[in-house]
């Protein structure tokens, strides 16, 4: 769905009586250090803009997350790769100021496909 100046949204959530929802899902499988994963691993202005997205949405009364899902089952903590896009740190860290929530999801691999299993803490 579209929203915002030119972005397409991942999920919007909806309910009766509640705020929409709008749900970013970056998919993380950069480890550069044992536990830690990153995100991002490549400059990416498209991220950077989805974070203003969220953060004008947020502004206007949504409800709006931004979901890493770290595709690395021995990840135990989840931190952005600010050395490899600072100006996507920068922006991150406006988003969250504007009221952008961030959650960091851990998968569990199986026979049958990818779930998605425990939360992570998110680091500076």
Not at 30 to 53: C, I, N, S, Y
Request: charged content about 30%.
């Amino acid at each position: 769905m579209k929203y915002g100046k030119n972005s397409r949204v991942d999920f919007l959530l909806e309910e009766p009586g509640r705020p929409p929802c709008y749900l970013e899902i970056k998919n993380v499988h950069l480890m550069r250090q044992r536990g830690l994963a990153e995100f991002p691993d490549a400059v990416t202005k498209r991220g950077a803009k989805h974070l203003v997205e969220l953060a004008d949405m947020a502004a206007a009364g949504a409800r709006s997350v931004m979901l890493f899902l770290v595709q690395i089952a021995s990840a135990e903590r989840f931190a952005l790769a600010r050395d490899i896009d600072p100006a996507y740190g920068a922006q991150f860290d406006l988003a969250r100021a504007k009221g952008v929530e961030a959650l960091a999801r851990r998968c569990r691999l199986t026979r049958d496909g990818i779930e998605v299993a425990e939360a992570i803490a998110i680091i500076d």
